[in-house]
């Protein structure tokens, strides 16, 4: 699908501010709220936009470590089979297959060390042909969903 300039300038509006009025979406692309509407909906439904959803940031949860894991197999592993392991484990926060020497990478968010020491062997064990992980925690987030993130 062709996006044009208003479509993108929606688009990253949105990504800003998914609660975001019609109105003021309107005032920063310059359309009245129901072209913006009607814009929006038509986004849905072409798939450019696949949903509206509430991003909880873990540590007002209490989770406050955060791990990025390389996962290496043996073998070859599909990626759907990875996949289901990964689910069962509640402290993978994203997944994805990638080039190089690992097989896929993961960022976790878990409670504290000793969680993340959990789920790590919940990812060891769930996929029988996981061989090994490679574990980097996270000391400070820099730049967070295209925003720079202000440190402490």
């Known amino acids: 699908m062709n996006l044009d300039d208003i479509d993108r300038a929606l688009l990253d509006a949105l990504t800003e501010d998914a609660r975001a009025s019609f ?6 692309v310059g359309l009245s709220a129901p072209a913006v509407k009607r814009r929006v909906d038509r ?10 959803t ?3 940031d873990p540590q007002h949860r209490g989770w406050t470590t955060e791990a990025y894991v390389e996962v290496h197999c043996q073998g070859t592993i599909s990626p759907e089979v990875l ?3 990964f689910l069962k484990v509640p402290q993978v926060h994203a997944a994805a297959t990638v080039s190089g020497a690992a097989d ?3 960022h976790l968010v878990a409670e504290d060390v000793r969680d993340l020491e959990q789920a ?4 060891r064990v769930g996929a029988a ?3 090994q992980t490679e574990t980097s925690i996270v000391l400070s987030r820099l730049i967070e969903g295209r925003r720079a993130v202000v440190t402490r």
């Open 23 to 28: 109105s003021a979406l309107g005032e920063r």
């Open 43 to 52: 986004l849905v439904e072409r798939g450019v936009i696949s949903g509206f």
């Open 54 to 56: 509430v991003v909880v």
């Open 83 to 85: 996949r289901e392991a």
């Open 104 to 106: 896929a990478m993961l």
């Open 120 to 123: 790590l062997e919940q990812i």
């Open 129 to 131: 042909s996981v061989s």
